[in-house]
């Protein structure tokens, strides 16, 4: 059985910074591309990031302005997504999603809250 | 940037079929495979169609997809509603190597 298991997420003051960590079982990590997605209060999804099963490709949304950055361990069947410079309106659930063609898996996600 | 739009809401009763649009901005939305996603409250996303009208394993055939070229938009047609599939359903696509999300459609039924 495919399961992505999202965490990391908590309480961080504007500014600051975040590592969240995505532990994958039941496939073969290594083969498939992975995606973030995130998801406000009350609103829709929202694209994160990408990267392919190798981990040589990456891809960000133009919204995020350098300051999110994914990677991945395939060795320990992990992705992770680096968040600085965090900011009241990165509060959100934040999803990891696995890619098969097109079909994609998710995660239950992990809630991130920027705040003082 | 291309982008999907979807209706807010659609309501249908029970038995009934329902339809929900999902417009591209731009280009040709039959350039790229559209998904759809169902979510209910308090839960994560989960797919129903991919590539345009397959089903994942497990859905219902009362979920199908559709593609019309000539109104540049994707319609996720769900019939035979039931009160579980009230939930937001996002629909989603490929714009070169970003992924793009309609603003999503909450189903009353």
């Known amino acids: 059985e495919v399961q992505l298991a999202e965490s990391g997420g908590g309480l961080v003051n504007p500014g600051g910074s975040l590592r969240l960590s995505c532990a994958a079982s039941?496939?073969?990590?290594?083969?498939?591309?992975m995606n973030w997605v995130r998801q406000a209060p009350g609103k829709g999804l929202e694209w994160v990031s990408s990267?392919?099963?190798?981990?040589?490709?990456?891809h960000y949304a133009d919204s995020l302005k350098g300051r999110f950055t994914i990677s991945r361990d395939n060795a320990k069947n992990s992705l992770f997504l680096q968040m600085n410079s965090l900011r009241a309106e990165d509060t959100a659930v934040y999803f990891c999603?696995?890619?098969?063609?097109?079909?994609w898996g998710w995660g239950q996600g992990t809630l991130v809250t920027v705040s003082s | 940037n291309f982008m999907l739009t979807q209706p807010h809401s659609v309501s249908e009763s029970p038995g009934k079929t329902v339809t929900i649009s999902c417009t591209g901005s731009s280009g040709s939305i039959a350039s790229n495979h559209v998904q759809w996603y169902q979510q209910r409250p308090g839960s994560a996303p989960t797919t129903v169609i991919y590539e345009d009208y397959r089903r994942p394993s497990g859905v219902p055939d009362r979920f199908s997809g559709s593609i019309d070229s000539s109104s540049n938009s994707a319609s996720l047609t769900i019939s035979g509603l039931k009160t579980e599939d009230e939930a937001d359903y996002y629909c989603q696509s490929y714009d070169s190597n970003t992924v793009v999300f309609g603003g999503g459609t909450k189903l009353t039924v």
């Open positions: 999603a696995r890619v098969s063609g097109y079909e």
């Open positions: 039941g496939f073969t990590f290594s083969s498939y591309s």
């Open positions: 990267i392919s099963s190798s981990g040589d490709y990456k």
